[in-house]
């Protein structure tokens, strides 16, 4: 399936699209921990509170904790109510 090609043009007062929906699909929640920030290390969007902080290149930056590939095992597994 392709989608279909979106005609643009841009306008005198400068902008491009008319129908194109604002904001960002990363909107932040109600609450500071609903948000999302992307890790640095492996690019996948999470929530604030499943990532760390990890000093890269002498910068602190967020990253997956306790790690990427342990993380992802963590929620592909499925949830066992007790």
């Keep these: 399936m392709s989608r ?6 841009v306008l005198p ?3 491009r699209y008319k129908s194109k929906v604002s904001g960002s699909p990363f909107a932040a929640a109600a609450s ?10 492996c690019g996948k969007h999470r929530a604030r509170s499943l990532m760390g902080t990890r ?5 602190a930056q967020a990253v997956c904790a306790p790690s990427c590939k342990e993380l992802d ?5 499925p949830a066992v109510h007790a």
């Design 4 to 9: 279909a090609e979106a005609k643009t043009a």
């Design 13 to 15: 007062d400068g902008l």
């Design 32 to 41: 500071f921990g609903g948000a999302t920030m992307s890790c640095f290390m």
């Design 55 to 59: 000093k890269v290149l002498g910068k």
């Design 73 to 77: 095992a963590q929620l592909a597994q």
